[in-house]
């Protein structure tokens, strides 16, 4: 009984939920989202880290919200490329209060659509979603990656998919919650999982660590800030777009395109900084 204790409370981060309610808030704050996925609580940190932010856009010549919205935007951009090539089913691990899945299925109804999110979270989405009028093909499920295996573990969840669609993983503001060896682990099981599909394809951002970056003090700044509010560490991973593309392929990932905000200027509608990114979006075909 007591093993079990001590691997529940090893792989239990719903410490970390809290963001997705600093998250939830910020989209719908910038037109991205509908209101039903705000909560006070996420309103109360926004409130709260607004002084942050405004040191940051000082310092750094963008605030959090700049990384947080570019990453969203961009995200949202490869998803919509993804379905474009075929794509039919979408998992988003880490799901949180993020209104993409009400959104993707609002434009395309044929897009089978699941978020996983630990058991918590997942259940407040679903009664979000159902309160919305849930459509079907739009699905919500108790997932925790670091479950290895059992009825959570992303193995399972993929197990109850269509194993002749093309498949897509989106995982956002999720990754950097981990330290590189244990997110580098639950990489590498997607890409053996992912293997079950004729195609299939994972996105994620991932927040590098770069030291030469002439903002790195400021940014070190605002890991401690994430951290506190999410009681934990806030690891950066990979100090060059090259090292995280070996990374990946290290994982099992056949074919892996990192890019930066700035490469799509221009072209998407989106806020931009003044200096170079501190965010790179990963595309990873497995
Ligand atoms: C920063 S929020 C991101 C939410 C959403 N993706 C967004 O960008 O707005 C982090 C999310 O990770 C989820 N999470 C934390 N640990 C997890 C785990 N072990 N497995 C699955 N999800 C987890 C939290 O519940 C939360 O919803």
């Not at 794509?87 to 699941?114: D, T």
Request: glycine share 6%; proline share 5%.
């Amino acid at each position: 009984m007591e093993q079990i204790s001590d691997i529940d409370s090893a792989t239990d981060t719903s410490r970390i939920s809290i963001s997705a309610h600093y998250t939830g808030y910020i989209w719908y704050k910038n037109g991205l989202s509908h209101q039903q996925f705000v909560t006070p609580m996420g309103r109360a940190a926004y409130w709260a880290l607004r002084p942050m932010n405004g040191f940051m856009q000082l310092m750094v010549g963008a605030s959090i919200d700049t990384f947080l919205l570019q990453r969203h935007f961009v995200l949202d951009h490869l998803v919509e490329q993804a379905i474009a090539e075929g794509y039919e089913q979408v998992v988003e691990l880490a799901a949180g209060l993020s209104s993409r899945g009400y959104l993707i299925k609002q434009a395309h109804p044929e897009v089978h659509y699941v978020e996983g999110d630990l058991p918590g979270m997942s259940a407040r989405k679903a009664e979000l979603l159902d309160n919305l009028g849930r459509p079907a093909g739009h699905i919500t499920q108790p997932c925790n990656i670091l479950d290895e295996s059992g009825p959570q573990s992303i193995e399972a969840l993929l197990d109850g998919l269509d194993k002749t669609k093309k498949t897509l993983i989106i995982t956002e503001g999720l990754v950097n919650y981990f330290d590189l060896p244990t997110i580098r682990k639950v990489w590498a099981r997607m890409a053996i999982a992912m293997k079950a599909f004729p195609q299939s394809r994972y996105i994620t951002e991932v927040y590098p660590k770069l030291e030469q970056h002439p903002s790195y003090k400021y940014v070190q700044v605002a890991q401690k800030v994430v951290g506190f509010f999410t009681q934990g560490e806030y690891p950066l991973h990979y100090n060059s777009d090259e090292a995280m593309q070996q990374g990946f392929l290290e994982d099992g990932f056949a074919q892996v395109n990192v890019t930066a905000p700035e490469d799509y200027y221009g072209k998407l509608d989106m806020p931009t900084s003044s200096r170079q990114s501190l965010v790179r979006l990963v595309v990873a075909d497995a």
